[in-house]
C-alpha cells in the first residue's frame, strides 16, 4: 500500500462490465454533494429506500443533494438481516407502484448491505429492470455488499436464495458516515476488508495486520486506503466473472462456514461478517488439515481476526450435522458435491471441490466452540 | 408464405441472442420424445412446474421423456391469469429449496402463458438464475410469451409490473397440445398470430385473412405455419432488441388498450388475447383517426379480429378514465408521456409518444363498448 491520502479528493474506482460498468466513488462529504448522485439517475422519479436506523442520520443529507424539480419519494423500511424478506422488497414494488413510477425511474439504496441487497433486488425485478444507485453507510455493505451486482432476498431455508445479478449505475462511498457506525458493525465490516488480503494480495493483508487499530480508531486515511483497496480488488475479480461462474466464488472465502452459522443461529443473531470472521477462521485451519497452511500462517490469521473484534470460535451447541444440513444448500455446490474456497497460501485462495466428507466432518467435529 | 409443410418433422428456429441463444422446435410429437429436452438440462436436477388444468393431460407424457437417471420433481400449480402472483412464484421457491435443488437444477415450464411467466421468473432469481426450458400447451404461449425471455408476475396495481428478462435454454412446441385446448383459448392465441402479421408482414396476415378458418379446425399444416412464421417474426424483434429498449416494443400492438381492459375488468375475466383482439381493433381505428389507416384497412382488422372469434367492442361501463388510469401504468411509458404502438399501414406498426391527450380522450369516448 502506498501511503498516499486518498481522503482529500474523493478516489474513483471503475467496475469494468462493459455496458454495464459503472463507478466508485469513495471520499468524505459525498452525500449531500448534488455532484456524485445527479448523473446517475435515469430519468425524473427518484425514490430513496433506506432504514429506520439510517433515515434520521442520512436521509436529509441524501434528500438535499437531489435537485427540487425531480420526483423524489422515500421509503423507510425497518433495520436488520432478519427483515431482509420477499415481504419488505414487496413493499418497495408497491410504492414504486402506488407512486405511479415507470421503467425510466432510478432508486437509491440509502444504508447497509440489508437496504443495498434488497432495494438491487427490486430495481432487478420492477417492470424488467430499473435503475439504482448504491449509497452504502456501513464499513460492510462499503466494501462487500454495494459492488458487484449481487441483489437478493433471505429464504427460510437460506440465505441470499432469491435475488438477481443486477449492476447498480454507481456507487457512492461516504466515509463520514462511518462515524456513526457501531464498534460491532464496524468489526464485521473489517471481516471482508481481511477477506481480500486472504484471498488475493499478502502485502495488503501485511499492511492490515499493522493498520487494524487505526481502522477501528476510524482514522480516516486509513479507512480510505483499506475501501479503496478492498473495492479494487472486488471490482477486478467481478469483472473478470459477473455471474461467478469462476473466481468470483473465491469472494466466498469463510461465506460457507459464516453461512451456516448464520442461518443456524438465525438471521441476525451474528452479524454477517462475524459469521465470516469465524468462518474465515474455520477455512484456514481446514486448509492446514489438507498441508496448505502452516500453523503459523493459521496463528496469523486468527490474530487479525480476533484484533479486529471477530470472533474464531463456532457457536455453542452447532453440531457436524447442523453445519452440514446447512453447507449442503450452498449456491456454490455442483449436484451433490460441496464446494469449499480454502487457502493455497495466505493472499492466494483456491475453489476445492472433493474434500473427503469424513474429513469435514472430523474437522467440523474437533473446531471449537463457544463456551 | 410457401405451401410447405413443415408438420412432419419438427422445424427449427433459432433465436439469436449471443450466449444466450436458444432453439424454437415446433412440430407434433415432441413432449414424449427424449430427444429434445434432455440437451438442454443444465445438471441431474430436474423440475417440472404445471398447473391442474394440464398435469392429467401432459405431465406423465412430459415426465416420460427424462431419463431415471434424473433426480425429477413435478409441482402443480393452480390455473388461471389470477393466480399470476408473487405468492405462487413463491411456492415454486419453497419446492425447490425443500428438494434441496442447486444452481445447476432445470425448470420445465409445461402449460400456457401464465405458467411460462412464473416458472421463468421463478428461474431468473432462484439463486441469482438458473436453467429453465418453455414447453407451451397453449397457442398464445407457443406464438408469444414463451419466446423472448420475458418473465414475471401481475400486481394488484399492474399487469406483468414484477418480472425479469431471463431467457429459456429451448422452447418446445408441441402442437398435438392444441387438441385439447378449448375454443375460446384458441381464438385468444390468434389474436397474437393476426398481431405478428399486423406489425411486420402484410403478406402473412393476407395468408391468415384466408387460412383463419383452418386454423380454428385446428389444421394441423396450417397451424404449423402459422406458429412458424409467428415465433419466426418474434425471434426476429427479440433478436434485435432483448430488452425492449426499441423496436421490441412493436409487439405491444393492441396491448396498452388491452392490458387496462385486462386490468379494469380484473384478470381472468376477459383472457389475454380477447383484450388483446379489442386492443388492437382500437388501435387500428385509432390510426385512422390519424389519418394513416384507411376505413377500408379498418375494415379489414375488424373482420379478421371477429373471424377469430375474438371481441371488437370494449367493455361494457369502461370509461375514458379507466382507459387512462391503467394506461398511464404502461412500463413503455417514459416520465409522464403515454406511449402507444399504432399502425402506419397494415403490416408496418410505430411507436407514438404524442398523441394528443384530447384527441385520445375524445377517441375513447367514442369507441364502442359492448352491449
Not at 451486482?149 to 437460506?158: A, D, M, R, S, Y
Not at 453461512?259 to 459469521?275: C, K, P, R, S, V
Request: negative net charge.
Amino acid at each position: 500500500m502506498s501511503a498516499s491520502s486518498a481522503s482529500e479528493s474523493p478516489c474513483r474506482l471503475q467496475v469494468a462490465l462493459g455496458s454495464r460498468s459503472y463507478p466508485i466513488h469513495i471520499g468524505p462529504g459525498l452525500l449531500g454533494d448534488p455532484q456524485w448522485l445527479t448523473p446517475h439517475l435515469a430519468g425524473r422519479q427518484v425514490m430513496i429506500v433506506t432504514n429506520e436506523t439510517v433515515a434520521p442520520l442520512y436521509l436529509e443529507r441524501c434528500r438535499a443533494a437531489l435537485s427540487e424539480d425531480l420526483e423524489v419519494r422515500e421509503l423507510v423500511l425497518p433495520d436488520g438481516e432478519a427483515t431482509k424478506s420477499l415481504e419488505q422488497v414487496s413493499r418497495i414494488w408497491d410504492a414504486l407502484l402506488e407512486a405511479g413510477f415507470n421503467r425510466r425511474c432510478t432508486l437509491v439504496a440509502l444504508g447497509g448491505g440489508v437496504i443495498g441487497d434488497m432495494v438491487g433486488f427490486a430495481a432487478a425485478c420492477y417492470q424488467r429492470g430499473v435503475a439504482f444507485v448504491q449509497v452504502p453507510t456501513t464499513l460492510l455493505a462499503q466494501v462487500d455488499s454495494s459492488v458487484g451486482g449481487k441483489t437478493g432476498v433471505n429464504h427460510p431455508l437460506g440465505k441470499n436464495m432469491i435475488g438477481a445479478f443486477w449492476q447498480p449505475r454507481a456507487v457512492l462511498v461516504d466515509t463520514d458516515t462511518l462515524a456513526t457506525l457501531p464498534e460491532r458493525e464496524l468489526s464485521a465490516g473489517l471481516a471482508e476488508v481481511i477477506k481480500y488480503g486472504l484471498i488475493r494480495d499478502a502485502g495488503f493483508l501485511a499492511w492490515l495486520e499493522t493498520a487494524i487499530p487505526s481502522l477501528r480508531a476510524l482514522d480516516a486515511t486509513s479507512l480510505t486506503q483499506a475501501i479503496e483497496r478492498s473495492c479494487a480488488i472486488k471490482a477486478d475479480i467481478v469483472a473478470a466473472d459477473e455471474t461467478e461462474q469462476g473466481v468470483r466464488a473465491l469472494l466466498n472465502l469463510g461465506h460457507t462456514f459464516g453461512h451456516a452459522i448464520e442461518a443456524h443461529q438465525g438471521y441476525g443473531a451474528w452479524l454477517h461478517g462475524e459469521a465470516v470472521g469465524a468462518g474465515m477462521a474455520m477455512a484456514a485451519e481446514f486448509s492446514a488439515r489438507l498441508g496448505w497452511l502452516s500453523m503459523a500462517d493459521v496463528e496469523r490469521v486468527r490474530e487479525i481476526i480476533a484484533a479486529a473484534g471477530l470472533p474464531l470460535a463456532a457457536p455453542a451447541g452447532m453440531t457436524v450435522d447442523d453445519f452440514l444440513a446447512r453447507m449442503r444448500l450452498d449456491k456454490k455446490n455442483v449436484d451433490s458435491r460441496l464446494r469449499l474456497v480454502l487457502l493455497h497460501a495466505l493472499g492466494d485462495a483456491c475453489i476445492h471441490d472433493d474434500a473427503p466428507p469424513e474429513s469435514l466432518a472430523a474437522f467440523l467435529e474437533d473446531y471449537p466452540r463457544q463456551a
